[in-house]
């Protein structure tokens, strides 16, 4: 039903299933990874009027699981794109993976989806760090890009004075 990717690595589409509505998939050397993509399979909907809560669980100094809610996938949001690397020294908040004991081990992560009513998903509030990936930054790299890219190309640029005529070169205007 659903699947997970982190850059340079193998697709998870095969969550180890905690509860009747909850699963988790590992995530081993979580320190050196900065963004999750949790997606729907899109073998299995949702049914209808439920969504999945997606949340990033780590272990603290101590080894307590620390869970931290950062937002959610539905039918008519099939995926996500989560930046986790700025979410391993704040302050856990409210989950339903509370009352499983799921093993925690130094080095590996864990990614929960738990499914829930859409209401309830809609009342939720993610984690503030794990700002979902916009259109906004997407434009303005885009548009700082484009920018870099004319100053570039405009650096090769002559005055007609400095060109030699020479009929095999062709010249596109700035």
Not at 10 to 37: G, S, T
Not at 65 to 86: D, H, M, R, Y
Not at 100 to 125: F, R
Not at 141 to 165: E, I, R
Request: glycine share 8%.
């Amino acid at each position: 039903m659903f699947g997970c990717l982190v850059a340079g690595r193998l697709v998870q589409a095969a969550p180890q299933q905690v509860a009747e509505d909850k699963f988790v998939f590992d995530l081993p050397d979580y320190e050196n990874i900065n963004h999750v993509v949790v997606f729907m399979l899109g073998t299995i909907p949702f049914p209808e009027g439920m969504g999945g809560s997606v949340y990033f669980c780590y272990p603290d100094q101590s080894g307590m699981a620390v869970w931290q809610l950062l937002g959610f996938v539905t039918n008519e949001k099939p995926s996500a794109i989560f930046k986790i690397s700025g979410l391993k020294s704040g302050k856990g908040s409210q989950h339903p993976f509370g009352a499983m004991n799921l093993p925690q081990t130094p080095t590996v992560a864990q990614i929960g989806i738990s499914v829930e009513l859409l209401e309830n998903l809609a009342q939720q509030t993610p984690v503030a760090n794990a700002a979902v990936s916009s259109v906004d930054s997407f434009t303005e790299f885009t548009q700082k890009m484009l920018d870099n890219f004319y100053n570039f190309a405009s650096s090769f640029a002559v005055t007609q004075a400095q060109m030699t005529p020479n009929p095999s070169e062709a010249f596109i205007p700035a």
